[in-house]
């Protein structure tokens, strides 16, 4: 990535946190809106030389995780040992992820600079004179973590190939590269006049800190009838909880009482809905068959347990309505989408952000490769190679887990047994085992068959 | 390439009459009047003086084939179809998608190939994103200009020169709209006349260019004339080997439709042996040569010990003993 540093780039976002010097306190309640980074994107982070700083806070790191649903006849428990690692994953508020790579950049010396406002407009340069603009708009970083680079040229001389942005304060920047990283409602993306596939999953996520009466230290998520609850540690004997209900049941839960909302999460992760899965018959014959898939792993002797009881609601409520959204195309002239902007997927899986990161390495590594060999790194067949990297790894994801989405929307009797004998066969199939693991922690590219 | 391929034709007819009606697809009653009143125009633009290049720049820009007319030994009986095809195609170099798209895929891979040997005999740090400053890099036949930015990108002083005055038009035009290739100098002239004003360069490429010209000893020689003592060349070319004429012909030109048809003749291809000694007879020790493979499957091309169709031949000049 040596190349890159003579490139200047200028980084807009109008949070206005990026202003600040002080950065994150690690005392007080970890915040609802969390992150859960899979070992590919600690390992970029510690590349990059950002993750020592979240290391420094508070972050949770989980090896356990067990996975079940409402019917009561299966369950999956994994366990970082079975891909003989130390952890699954690691769960980050995502204030500290923005910081931690803020305070990083800080202490890099390249040429940055940091635009707080926001983009008004972006003029696309065409063979003669700039075009008008498209749309005036405001945009804003939301969510995602990471930081946008754009080539920036500051001469005012010959900016006949280069994107003109108005910005909010009244200045103008040039860019070679216009990255847009700015989330699902991405205004880059709609001003590049980049088509999407979306549609509304008929689901809202209630997300909010709870605090428990001892540590935590797996990763739980049961599958009810109206979505899945999910419970993870993020440490000091909090967890974070996200849990996708219907709309409706997602404003009830929203407004009802901090205890009212205990009972009804603890009554979820356990005997709500369904009873819990039957450990005892299903797994002495079940023994049989994992002996003959191959290595016993450690997991598979794992009995189901139960999560920890919730004591106590400790944040406020954040509700928000899923949907997936898919960009057609990633790249145009002079233009690239990574993260949100390109494709927002359910967060069941928790994969979302990661997808995200992975792209900001893909593209990093192709700017580098293109600026070696003297391209312009605005030029589209450059980034289309970013594109083919990604597009194909990132729509299988959204695949996988639009399969997840629809097979747990439906409570039909044959369809729940179909996903109990599903869970059996992840639990107790190594190789498969190994593979969802693999594939979950993003060190392995593709689900099978690798 | 087309500035090269330009030559080939003329001299072809130069040779061979009879080949003038062994084009296909060219003569429509459109292109025949504009063939008529291109080739009376040319025949009168005297030849370029060529005292200062750099005021020639403009002054040759308008000059259209003038710069053609003083050098016997290519200038032949225009090819005027072959021409007008290239002159109507030059607004296409710098669309990636268009023509020129084989041309586009295939740049990086020369580029990383002149990158690492430059850097190497030059003592650059590969790793710098500058690794070129301070080199006077020349491309002769360098068509829109797609070697010469990257090149400057990279920090190189480029000139680059091209007897096809869209060509050059072209290249200036989009070199001009970025301000890291706006100083490249486009020229529209031979290596011939370069020769006369002389110019020395610390890097002579020509690539796809061996391939078109008459006589490629006389080319080499030029060549080795505008290198700087202790300065390098890059050649690249096909390889007269069976493969070549099944890859680079039949499929380029009448398969896949990559090039227009007739753009290459086999017989004039060399091998990398002929090649060296070549350019040994003109002074030009050849110290690296790797050859291009392209795969299908993935679109892209790669560098290997493969020549058996495309090979870049890197060259350098020794410094002449001082007495």
């Known amino acids: 990535m040596r190349l890159a540093k003579e490139l200047n780039i200028a980084i807009l976002d109008s949070n206005p946190a990026l202003k600040l010097t002080v950065h994150f306190n690690k005392d007080g309640v970890p915040h609802p809106r969390v992150s859960t980074v899979t070992p590919a994107t600690i390992s970029f982070f510690k590349e990059v030389g950002a993750w020592e700083y979240v290391e420094k806070q508070r972050h949770a790191y989980f090896n356990q995780m067990q996975v079940w649903d409402y019917s009561g006849l299966g369950y999956t428990r994994y366990h970082s040992r079975d891909v003989g690692k130390d952890y699954l994953g690691c769960v980050v508020e995502n204030k500290l992820l923005c910081d931690s790579l ?78 847009g990283a700015d989330g699902a ?58 849990w996708t209900m219907s709309p409706e049941e997602a404003s009830i839960h929203k407004s009802m009482s901090r205890d009212d909302f205990v009972k009804a999460v603890n009554y979820a ?43 106590d609601l400790v944040s406020e409520r954040m509700t928000f309505p899923l949907s997936l ?38 593209l990093a590594k192709v700017i580098d490769q293109g600026l070696l060999v003297g391209y312009d790194i605005g030029e589209v067949s450059l980034l289309k190679k970013y594109e083919k990297e990604r597009k194909i790894a990132n729509m299988t994801m959204m695949g996988i887990l639009e399969l997840f989405q629809k097979a747990y929307s439906v409570d039909l009797g044959p369809l729940n047994v179909l996903r109990a004998a599903a869970f059996h066969g992840a639990q107790f199939i190594a190789p498969l085992k190994r593979n969802i693991v693999s594939y979950a922690m993003g060190d392995q590219k593709w689900p099978l068959f690798t | 390439m087309t500035g090269a391929s330009l030559r080939l034709c003329r001299s072809l007819l130069q040779r061979c009459p009879c080949l003038r009606g062994t084009n296909p697809n060219c003569l429509t009653p459109a292109l025949t009047s504009s063939i008529m009143t291109r080739s009376l125009s040319d025949s009168a633009a005297p030849p370029a003086a060529i005292q200062n290049p750099e005021a020639v720049t403009k002054q040759s820009v308008s000059q259209g084939y003038g710069g053609i007319a003083d050098t016997p030994r290519l200038r032949s009986s225009l090819n005027d179809t072959e021409v007008a095809k290239f002159a109507a195609i030059a607004e296409t170099w710098w669309d990636f998608e268009g023509p020129f798209k084989p041309l586009h895929l295939m740049n990086p891979t020369r580029v990383s190939f002149i990158r690492s040997a430059l850097c190497r005999y030059f003592r650059r740090d590969p790793y710098s994103s500058r690794p070129f400053e301070g080199l006077k890099i020349i491309d002769v036949g360098c068509g829109g200009g797609i070697l010469c930015e990257p090149l400057a990108r990279m920090g190189a002083c480029v000139t680059g020169i091209d007897v096809v005055e869209k060509n050059i038009n072209v290249a200036q035009v989009h070199a001009g709209l970025d301000p890291l290739t ?71 030109e009448y398969l896949l439709n990559w090039l227009p048809r007739g753009t290459h003749q086999w017989s004039k291809f060399l091998t990398p042996e002929e090649l060296v000694l070549i350019l040994q007879r003109a002074s030009i020790l050849v110290e690296e040569m790797a050859g291009f493979v392209y795969n299908p499957l993935t679109g892209e091309w790669s560098l290997s010990d493969d020549t058996s169709v495309n090979f870049i031949a890197f060259g350098t000049k020794e410094i002449p003993p001082t007495m």
């Not at chain 1, 340069?125 to 680079?149: F, I, K, L, N, R």
């Not at chain 1, 599958?223 to 909090?238: C, V």
């Not at chain 1, 979302?352 to 992975?358: D, E, R």
């Open chain 1, 325 to 362: 959204r898919h960009a057609r195309e990633y790249v145009s002239k002079r233009v690239v989408l990574i993260g949100d902007a390109a494709h927002a997927v359910h967060p069941l899986a928790g994969q979302g952000v990661n997808l995200g990161f992975s792209d900001a390495a893909a």
């Open chain 2, 182 to 252: 706006s100083s490249i100098e486009y020229i529209c002239m031979t290596a011939e006349q370069l020769v006369r004003s002389n110019r020395k360069f610390d890097a002579v490429l020509a690539l796809e260019v061996i391939e078109h010209v008459v006589d490629p000893s006389d080319f080499v020689e030029s060549l080795s004339a505008l290198v700087a003592p202790g300065g390098s060349t890059v050649i690249s070319t096909i390889n007269r080997s069976l493969r070549a004429y099944a890859a680079a012909i039949v499929a380029a």
């Open chain 1, 185 to 242: 409602k991405s205004l880059v993306r709609e001003m590049a006049g980049l088509t999407t596939t979306s549609w509304n999953y008929p689901q809202n996520a209630v997300i909010c800190t709870v605090e428990h009466s001892v540590e935590n230290n797996c990763a739980w998520q049961r599958f009810l009838p109206s979505g899945p609850i999910a419970l993870l540690p993020i440490g000091d004997k909090f967890s974070n909880i996200v």
């Open chain 1, 102 to 179: 803020l305070s990083r950049l800080q202490n890099l010396d390249f040429k940055k600079t940091i635009h707080t406002c926001r983009l008004i407009s972006m003029e696309f340069p065409s063979q003669g004179d700039p075009t008008t603009t498209d749309t005036e708009q405001a945009h804003m970083m939301s969510g995602s973590p990471g930081v946008v680079p754009s080539g920036n040229t500051v001469e005012q001389i010959r900016h006949g190939s280069s994107i003109k942005l108005v910005l909010s304060d009244g200045s103008s920047l040039f860019a070679k590269l216009v990255v």
């Open chain 1, 269 to 311: 992760l356990d005997y709500g809905y369904g009873s819990h899965p039957q450990s005892k018959f299903i797994n002495g014959f079940m023994h049989r068959i994992s002996s003959i898939s191959g290595q016993n792993m450690a997991s598979m002797e794992e009995h189901f347990q139960l999560p920890p009881k919730v004591t």
